[in-house]
């Protein structure tokens, strides 16, 4: 990513759920909280933001 550059992951567990997605180590997640859901057919959306140094994410969960 280029610097003062969005990108939006949207991330969908199929039927049977349970999968797991480690995100990236360096990206630092607003309030902490980086456990995607693992129920089935849960749709979860991470949003960062690159300043240049650092990715900065949100993560917004649990959308069926």
């Known amino acids: 990513m280029t610097t003062g550059s969005n990108m939006v992951l949207v991330i969908r567990q199929d039927s049977t759920g349970s999968r797991i997605m480690t995100p990236n180590s360096s990206y630092k997640f607003a309030?902490?909280?980086?456990?995607?859901s693992t129920a089935a057919n849960a749709i979860d959306i991470i949003s960062v933001f690159y300043d240049g140094t650092t990715y900065y994410a949100v993560l917004t969960k649990g959308f069926a």
Do not use: A
């Open 31 to 36: 309030g902490g909280s980086k456990t995607l």
